[in-house]
Structures are given as structure tokens and as C-alpha cells.
């Protein structure tokens, strides 16, 4: 039979900002996770600033850019700690939440590369469940709000981004790139793709032929 969640996960949406587009070379610099359930009944938030690698080096381009952000980018910046205390810190916050967790991040493949990244190479653990022998702390392929938007609102492929929309889903609040600002904008936003989902009609197999 398929493997089915509980009927009531909650789901952590994250938002990370870095000094670089990729987790081999640049550093983390804060990120914001806002835990919820299909509802919307919030069940807390977490904020961290990360003091960034010695082994990374910030990317000029990005550094560039946070240039144009002054108010961001002190706030991913001020009063830094380890990414050794800090990742384990959330991963104990994650536990502590209602079960199972999922991971959600608006897209899956950037925010949820950086944390997956961190979280194994501090904390022992993985952004996405799976097969591995470490600690789980999420369950599933993690939900990738991209995809579900566009895909929701019926646009075209190449119009699946965020900004495309519309504010009153995101409650109103301002993507103003501080992780915290933009995880609680992301969370709303995944109620309403619930909301929508939930009013199509259910097509599941009894059996599954994924082995």
C-alpha cells in the first residue's frame, strides 16, 4: 500500500539568504523558517545568523547586489553565531514541532540545497527524508513552492516564479529579503496553494507501481 503521512504534518517553510550562489563555494548567511499546518495554525518560528565559513569565499557579483540592500544585509549579518551551534539548534526546534515535518521553500532547489548542505555537514541530518542512516528530521521530498504555485494557478512554465503571485496571497508582506520577512510571506502563500488544492478532486491508486 502507499505510504501515507498522518493528516496533519506541519510543514516548515524556510527562506536562507547568502554571500554566494552555491553551497561548495560561498557561505550561508541567516535563514527564517516559519512552521504551520495545511490550516495555517502556526506552531512558531525560528531566525539565525550564521558567521560565514573560513573555508568559503563571498561571490563579488552577489556581494554586489546586497550592495542595493543595505537594511537586508545588515540584518543577515548582525550578531553572528556558528553554524555548529546554530544548525543543530534548529534541528532540535524542527523535533520538537508536531509530526511528521516537511520541508517547504520557495524554490526547493536553491534554499533547500543550502540547508540540506548545512544541516548534514553540522547537524548529522538532511533537509529531505530518505533512505539514510543519519537523523531524520523531515519527512518526504519536501515541498517545493515554485511548482506548486505555478502549476496551482495554472500559468505557464516559464511564468512558475514567485513574483508572479499575487500579493493578497502572501498576506501582504513585503519580500524585502530578510529570510524572516520572506519565510512568513512563503507560508501564507502555501495555505492558499492548500486552499486550492483541497478543493480538487482526490485521484490516488490503491497500489503503488513505484518500487
Given amino acids: 500500500m502507499i505510504d501515507e503521512l498522518p493528516p496533519n504534518p506541519t510543514f516548515v517553510v524556510v527562506d536562507i539568504e547568502a554571500d554566494g550562489h552555491s553551497p561548495l563555494a560561498n557561505s550561508m548567511l541567516s535563514f527564517a523558517a516559519v512552521a504551520?499546518?495545511?490550516?495555517?495554525?502556526?506552531?512558531?518560528?525560528?531566525?539565525?545568523?550564521?558567521?560565514?565559513?573560513?573555508?568559503?569565499?563571498?561571490?563579488?557579483?552577489?556581494?554586489?547586489?546586497?550592495?542595493?540592500?543595505?537594511?537586508?544585509?545588515?540584518?543577515?549579518?548582525?550578531?553572528?553565531?556558528?553554524?555548529?551551534?546554530?544548525?543543530?539548534?534548529?534541528?532540535?526546534?524542527?523535533?520538537?514541532?508536531?509530526?511528521?515535518?516537511?520541508?517547504?521553500?520557495?524554490?526547493?532547489?536553491f534554499d533547500g540545497l543550502w540547508m540540506d548542505h548545512y544541516l548534514d555537514t553540522f547537524a548529522g541530518t538532511r533537509a529531505l527524508g530518505g533512505p539514510y542512516k543519519t537523523r531524520q528530521i523531515f519527512r518526504g521530498g519536501g515541498v517545493c513552492l515554485y511548482t506548486m504555485a505555478g502549476a496551482l494557478r495554472g500559468a505557464d512554465y516559464l511564468k512558475w516564479g514567485m513574483q508572479r503571485v499575487p500579493a493578497e496571497w502572501y498576506g501582504h508582506v513585503p519580500?524585502?529579503?530578510?529570510?524572516?520577512?520572506?519565510?512568513?510571506?512563503?507560508?501564507?502563500?502555501?495555505?492558499?496553494?492548500?486552499?486550492?488544492?483541497?478543493?480538487?478532486?482526490?485521484?490516488e491508486a490503491t497500489e503503488s507501481v513505484y518500487r
Fill in 36 to 109: 504551520l499546518d495545511m490550516a495555517g495554525n502556526r506552531h512558531g518560528e525560528f531566525e539565525a545568523v550564521l558567521a560565514p565559513r573560513p573555508d568559503r569565499q563571498p561571490d563579488p557579483n552577489t556581494m554586489a547586489w546586497w550592495q542595493t540592500q543595505p537594511e537586508a544585509y545588515a540584518h543577515a549579518t548582525e550578531n553572528p553565531e556558528p553554524a555548529d551551534v546554530v544548525m543543530p539548534r534548529f534541528a532540535d526546534w524542527v523535533d520538537s514541532l508536531p509530526g511528521p515535518r516537511v520541508f517547504a521553500a520557495a524554490p526547493i532547489i
Fill in 175 to 203: 519580500h524585502s529579503h530578510r529570510a524572516i520577512d520572506d519565510a512568513r510571506g512563503f507560508a501564507n502563500v502555501l495555505v492558499k496553494l492548500f486552499e486550492i488544492s483541497q478543493a480538487l478532486d482526490k485521484i
